[in-house]
């Protein structure tokens, strides 16, 4: 079953949820309304977005859900220019108590060069954002996502069983701090493959309470 709203405004048609068009409203509600449908189908369920660029603010995709659920990207999204848009949220694109997601394809570019800066600066700056967290996923997947210039970690898989992450790719210029390329704490069963790593800080970080 694939999400579809051909003006993203949350008209559903036999049970499809695709966005054709923007996602710049200030509160997401497209991708959000998307994430609302496919979470309580009775059967299995695809959210895609289509090739262009889509500005999204920081977004929290919440279970559980009624049966599995694949997010397919095969466009951009991009993060606001304004650092503080996001700095303090603590993530970007948040995924929680979701089991059987997958989240495929699709490029992420979090702007995390105004962050950095006002941290070299020495103002007050915010802590940042992670670019896309698993916290308490079961049985889910990342594969082929490209991730570049994340605030922070680009993606952070915490308390999660059994998540598998392949073919991806993070960047991020050399003196970016805090840009972890992958970091797994307090999860089990956790798989990477594939994955090219250029960025400011760990490539793959190990917090405590992981077990393999």
């Given at each position: 079953m694939v999400w579809h709203c051909t003006r993203c405004y949350g008209h559903?048609?036999?049970g499809n949820f695709w966005c054709k068009t923007r996602w710049e409203n200030r509160r997401n509600s497209a991708v959000l309304k998307a994430w609302a449908a496919a979470c309580t189908a009775a059967t299995s369920s695809r959210i895609y977005?289509?090739?262009g660029r889509y500005l999204l603010r920081s977004a929290e995709f919440r279970g559980p859900c009624k049966n599995k659920i694949?997010?397919?990207?095969?466009?951009t999204l991009v993060a606001p220019l304004d650092h503080r848009a996001l700095g303090n949220s603590d993530y970007w694109i948040l995924f929680i108590q979701v089991n059987w997601l997958s989240v495929v394809g699709g490029n992420l570019d979090a702007k995390g060069a105004g962050l950095w800066a006002c941290k070299a600066s020495g103002q007050t700056c915010p802590t940042g954002a992670r670019s896309i967290t698993f916290n308490w996923v079961n049985n889910g997947e990342i594969k082929g996502l490209t991730s570049i210039n994340s605030q922070l970690m680009h993606i952070v898989i915490n308390s999660c069983k059994n998540v598998k992450v392949s073919n991806v790719k993070m960047i991020a210029p050399d003196l970016s701090p805090n840009?972890?390329?992958i970091h797994v704490q307090s999860s089990t069963g956790v798989t990477i493959i594939n994955a090219l790593i250029k960025t400011g800080d760990d490539c793959i970080s190990i917090g405590p309470g992981t077990r393999c």
């Open positions: 559903i048609q036999r977005v289509p090739k694949r997010v397919q990207i095969d466009g840009t972890d390329g």
